[in-house]
């Protein structure tokens, strides 16, 4: 059983950073294909970073392409989700999820496992 805890979530200003961390246990990360996914109020859970299955490839959404960097330390057997020049936009629940599949896949309802969620607020 795999289990994942977020952390990094606050209150920042449009145009500041934030790093969120997803701390992986149970099997480690590099076995799963590891994704970020965010919901804000009212909105369906939306796909915003992924890393592929060993960890050989990023892929992002257009929405943050060029601003967040996802990354994972296998010493730590943590995945990080590096957020810059944040977006009132950006404001939403943000997840990490784990999928036991090699391919990969931006459909949330495709994932094994999820985390609790971290909030992200940014006020403009």
């Known amino acids: 059983q795999v289990q994942l805890v977020e952390s990094g979530g606050g209150l920042v200003q449009a145009g500041d950073s934030l790093r969120l961390s997803c701390a992986v246990s149970?099997?480690?990360?590099?076995?799963?294909?590891m994704t970020w996914f965010r919901q804000a109020p009212g909105k369906e859970r939306e796909f915003v970073a992924g890393?592929?299955?060993?960890?050989?490839?990023?892929l992002y959404a257009d929405s943050v392409k060029g601003r967040f960097t996802i990354s994972g330390d296998n010493a730590k057997n943590t995945v990080y989700l590096q957020m810059n020049s944040l977006k009132s936009e950006d404001t939403a629940v943000y997840y990490c999820?784990?999928?036991?599949?090699?391919?990969?896949?931006?459909?949330?309802?495709?994932?094994?496992?999820w985390g609790q969620g971290t909030q992200v607020t940014v006020s403009s």
């Open positions: 999820a784990a999928d036991s599949s090699v391919i990969f896949t931006r459909n949330s309802g495709r994932y094994d496992y």
């Open positions: 149970g099997r480690t990360f590099t076995s799963y294909t």
């Open positions: 890393l592929s299955w060993k960890g050989g490839t990023s």
